[in-house]
């Protein structure tokens, strides 16, 4: 009796599973390979924990199952088709075709890998990569990475390792979202191929997955940008903090140089003096040999005017006067810029000209070039107050000056502050001659008190 019963149960397994494959026969028809959709199925995942409450058991002693198959899309497809393969790089064959993005599978125990495409206007879409339903496999819950790189240099690689916490752990797959930045082989070591941010997606046999971010960053800077405009001014003896900024790579040292020491001068860090009238390109030195460089114009500044306000006062040729030569230049018009003028100036026409010939200001310039009207003390005061290359700094005690300061009362007199208490300017005609016979007219001299107004320099 009870060899009869084990023979009808054969007969009917035999009889239900030709059953099932006459079933499926009408969608095993072989589909085209090639992907002529754009529409791409990701995140799919099996589920074997699904209910099996309603399976046969003559189909559970088999070996089937159910396992439910779930995705998502970039796009809307007509259809989607499932697949399956005995072996992991094997044949894989239609298993169904379905509209949703879901479908519990009653699988035979050879079915262990699957794979889906998307079917849109009769065009194929890329195949996903396989998921697995191993006889015996847990399903997978959560993948954890146990060893990972923030940063990789390129040209270095890194191994990555995660495990899945169902009973097949170890069969983890890598995948890399962009394998021009950085590639990854089956056993997660992760190699830099260029500078940029990667993710890094560690897959369980169920399609579980885990993904991390990585940095893959060049040795040394590809470039490097100094900020600021591509050419700068400076004054004499005025510095100038220059910021260059290396592209990001591992080691990021910067130098500095100046083609003319002569002209400008920079520091370790970036800081330029301007030396001498002229034009110098400093250069900042990426390690590894990326560079950017800036043209720094030296100008004469106050340093320029001190100096050129000196030389005067030292010459004898020059002298003070405010006379006026009758319908001809003004005595006080400036020598350099009107050739066969007097030598002479007052205080007034002196700052203007030392303005003019040492510092170089653009309004300066045009005043004394002027000549027949030279400025007094009361348009110079004016000129200084319109000038964005000075400030007002209003009457400040001698202990508060600075060199180059411009002291000034508009209806007395005006003298340049060379520092240590002293200025220099021109002061009166004592010999009643061109030039200067008593040294006297045009020299320097303990700080005059009298000024009620300072305009100090704040120009480049």
Excluded at 313 to 335: T, V
Excluded at 395 to 416: A, F, M, Q, Y
């Amino acid at each position: 009796m009870k060899k009869n019963e084990s023979i009808i149960r054969k007969s009917v397994a035999l009889v239900l599973s030709l059953a099932l494959i006459i079933m499926f026969m009408p969608i095993f028809a072989a589909d085209s390979d090639a992907a002529t959709t754009t529409i791409t199925v990701t995140n799919l995942k099996a589920n074997a924990a699904v209910s099996q409450s309603s399976l046969q058991t003559d189909f559970k002693a088999l070996g089937y199952r159910y396992v439910k198959l779930s995705w998502s899309a970039s796009g809307t497809a007509d259809k989607y088709m499932i697949y399956y393969s005995t072996k992991e790089n094997g044949k894989y064959t239609k298993l169904a075709t379905v509209t949703g993005k879901s479908k519990t599978l009653l699988l035979a125990q050879k079915m262990k890998y699957l794979k889906v495409r998307a079917y849109k206007s009769k065009r194929y879409g890329p195949y996903t990569d396989w998921v697995s339903v191993k006889a015996g496999a847990d399903n997978s819950t959560k993948v954890t990475f146990t060893s990972t790189a923030n940063q990789i240099t390129v040209g270095e690689s890194k191994t990555y390792k995660a495990k899945a916490d169902g009973s097949v752990s170890d069969n983890i797959r890598w995948s890399t979202s962009d394998s021009k930045l950085a590639t990854v082989n089956n056993k997660g070591v992760v190699e830099a191929k260029k500078a940029g941010t990667v993710k890094i997606t560690a897959m369980a046999h169920d399609g579980v997955t885990k993904t991390v971010e990585a940095i893959t960053i060049n040795k040394f800077p590809a470039s490097v940008k100094i900020s600021g405009s591509s050419t700068q001014t400076l004054a004499f003896t005025k510095t100038l903090q220059l910021t260059a900024t290396p592209a990001k790579a591992v080691y990021d040292t910067v130098t500095w140089s100046s083609s003319d020491k002569d002209i400008a001068k920079v520091s370790s860090k970036g800081k330029v003096t301007g030396v001498t009238k002229g034009t110098a390109v400093i250069t900042a030195t990426a390690i590894g040999g990326a560079t950017d460089t800036v043209k720094i114009n030296v100008v004469p500044g106050v340093e320029g005017m001190i100096s050129w306000a000196i030389t005067i006062a030292d010459n004898s040729e020059f002298g003070y006067s405010m006379g006026m030569l009758g319908n001809k230049l003004s005595d006080r018009a400036c020598p350099f810029c009107h050739p066969g003028a007097s030598t002479d100036y007052d205080c007034a026409s002196f700052v203007v000209a030392a303005l003019a010939h040492g510092m170089q200001d653009k309004a300066f310039i045009a005043n004394c070039k002027s000549g027949t009207n030279p400025v007094a003390c009361g348009g110079l005061n004016t000129m200084l107050k319109n000038d964005d290359n000075f400030k007002s700094m209003g009457k400040l005690s001698i202990s508060k000056l600075k060199r180059g300061d411009i002291l000034i009362n508009p209806n007395r007199h005006v003298e340049i502050y060379i520092g240590d208490k002293t200025d220099v300017g021109a002061h009166d005609d004592y010999d009643n001659k061109s030039g200067e016979s008593t040294q006297d007219e045009i020299y320097t001299n303990a700080t005059w008190t009298f000024y009620t107004n300072v305009y100090r320099y704040v120009g480049d």
